[in-house]
């Protein structure tokens, strides 16, 4: 039986070094660094071959956590995360304390309130948001399971995170879009 706690202070380490983890979010396997490290997030794009013009996603542990990292929360969000069936990604604008490589262009951020219990407590011994990204090469397939992750990324990560995903169906997050009109749109269902 492998040791949740173990399995978070080794993951603990790597992230606080600037390193890479492959980990089990509350969706899919994902590739994750500190979320304030834009040394550790370049690492990524690098691994992914993927272009920093697409942006990626960082999760956090609670509502509390989401307000330290936007300027401000729309009411209309906490309404969408609690009636939520499924793992939901909100894109807010105006982030804050996150590396200038993670935003995007039109000045927005990607966040998910993990409900996760590894993740949660991963993110809160860090103090500081996650990235996820999914762990597959830019525009191949995202892996559904451990075994279709490729060697390159296996290889290319600083820590493999030896504990089971618990999310059996594998599908990503739903992506909802709120503008300072606190309009929603819905980018991922």
């Not at 690492?43 to 956090?60: F, N, T």
């Amino acid at each position: 039986m492998v040791d949740q706690q173990v399995e978070i202070e080794k993951a603990l380490t790597i992230l606080k070094r600037g390193g890479l983890i492959l980990y089990p979010t509350d969706t899919v396997w994902g590739i994750g660094c500190d979320a304030t490290n834009p040394g550790a997030i370049d690492k990524i794009y690098q691994l992914k071959q993927r272009a920093e013009s697409k942006s990626m996603i960082c999760l956090v542990s609670d509502f509390k956590m989401l307000q330290q990292y936007v300027e401000e929360v729309p009411e209309v969000a906490y309404d969408i995360l609690k009636y939520a069936t499924k793992a939901t990604t909100i894109i807010y604008d105006r982030p804050l304390r996150v590396a200038e490589n993670i935003i995007a262009d039109d000045n927005t951020l990607g966040i998910r309130v993990v409900r996760d219990p590894f993740c949660g407590r991963l993110i809160r011994k860090l103090k500081r948001p996650i990235v996820s990204t999914s762990a597959n090469i830019s525009g191949k397939p995202a892996p559904k399971n451990f075994e279709e992750i490729s060697t390159v990324i296996l290889e290319g990560v600083d820590y493999v995170v030896n504990l089971p995903l618990q999310n059996k169906g594998a599908k990503p997050s739903s992506i909802i879009k709120i503008g300072g009109d606190s309009t929603v749109k819905i980018i991922r269902k």
